[in-house]
């Protein structure tokens, strides 16, 4: 049996990482994730690539014609939030991880709208060895991490790498850096913390308001 190409592989494992890490998430209880939580989603993850269909491919080859292939971003954050909640290891900053959201919303707000031909010039083009966009990520890296944010660095140069080793099938380098479903919690997150922001904002401004019982 030959194996497929070593680009379908990543896809798919990054897609089972993904997948994994939303199911602990999820079975994440006040304590953590319980024992019996732990081995359900490591029994999923051996599951998902058992042979299905008329096709016999992997479970996880279905999923990828819905999701298509994920950005080395996600699967980082999914790896990283994996090793949290089965080893323990401590969680990201808040700091870190609103800056981390609110670089990658606005560049998707930047991205994605050009993309799809809504002005004469198409970010997406920059992905494929710009000069321009390497600078960009480069300053962009030094600013975060004079600023004392090691994420957002680390997350580029892990991306920049698996570009130049060639480990997903497209060869733009925004597909590594981020993708839609990236891009969409990263602005939910964003639209979460304004809200709370602004409850916390006016509260006192409320609370002072109210008038003092006798």
């Not at 190409?5 to 089972?16: M, Q």
């Not at 950005?71 to 089965?86: D, I, P, Y």
């Not at 970010?123 to 600078?135: E, P």
Request: one cysteine or more.
């Amino acid at each position: 049996m030959l194996l497929p190409p070593l680009t379908d592989l990543v896809a798919l494992l990054g897609i089972d990482m993904v997948l994994c890490a939303a199911g602990l998430r999820l079975l994440a209880g006040q304590h953590g994730v319980t024992r019996w939580a732990k081995w359900a989603v490591i029994a999923c993850f051996v599951l998902l690539w058992l042979p299905a269909g008329a096709a016999h491919l992997p479970l996880l080859a279905y999923v990828r014609g819905i999701s298509s292939d994920l950005s080395m971003t996600l699967v980082a954050l999914a790896c990283l939030g994996s090793c949290q909640r089965l080893f323990g290891i401590p969680a990201v900053v808040r700091r870190e991880r609103m800056a981390l959201n609110g670089v990658v919303a606005v560049a998707a707000a930047f991205l994605y709208p050009l993309a799809l031909g809504w002005g004469n010039w198409d970010a997406y083009r920059l992905g494929w060895g710009s000069f321009g966009m390497l600078g960009a990520l480069l300053a962009l890296s030094l600013l975060f991490w004079i600023k004392g944010l090691r994420l957002l660095p680390v997350l580029v140069g892990l991306g920049l790498l698996a570009w130049v080793a060639g480990l997903m099938e497209s060869t733009n380098l925004w597909d590594y850096l981020m993708d839609p479903w990236l891009a969409i919690a990263a602005m939910i997150h964003c639209v979460k913390a304004g809200v709370q922001g602004l409850r916390y904002r006016y509260k006192p401004l409320a609370s002072a308001s109210r008038p003092v019982p006798p």
